[in-house]
């Protein structure tokens, strides 16, 4: 079994060879956004991709774009941001300030991005990625990359959603149709 780092290296290899992905990092960085993550299917789904060797990249339905400004706490300044990104690159972004997100899992104020996505409804998607001011990637993946790296599908413990959320989600994405070598761990009812 390779090591985390061995997986972050692999994951950061994945990254710097798609093209796509280092312009969507490098479009985020302009942003200068505090405490910012391309996180989610943004690395999940170009994992999956590679154990699926697939040639060519599974389309984002989004480039989920994530940041913690408590100065913003109601997201006014979303809109704006996603237009921006929208210029920089005609991509469809998802902007959301992690300020705010607390709320939906009735939990106290987050205190970094970080803390946000490690509350999201699956383990795999609970990940996500910044480009550094010298060009060096940051992944963050409170849980590791194992699950991604082994196509391992499993709710988050730490999500406070109830199972049937987890399972609409799974079902709604059509993941195992895409990534058919994934394996759900379902929870029970």
Known sequence: MPTPEQFAARTCDLLRASA???????????????????????????????????AKPTALNDIDLIYLDSGDPDGSD???????????????????????????QGVAPFTSSAEAFSRWVELPTCVGVRLLDNDELELCAPYGLALNWSLAVAPNPQCLQPPAVFCERVERKRWQ??????KVHWPAP
């Not at 959301?96 to 607390?102: L, T, Y």
């Open 177 to 182: 149709q895409i990534w058919p070598k994934l």
């Open 20 to 54: 796509l992905h280092m312009a969507c990092l490098q479009a985020a960085r302009e942003l200068a956004l505090p405490d910012w993550y391309l996180a989610a299917g943004f690395v999940r789904n170009l994992i999956w991709d590679h154990l699926h060797g697939y």
């Open 78 to 104: 979303e809109p704006r941001i996603e237009m921006t990104a929208r210029s920089l690159l005609p991509l469809p972004w998802e902007v959301r300030n992690q300020a705010r997100m607390h709320l939906r």
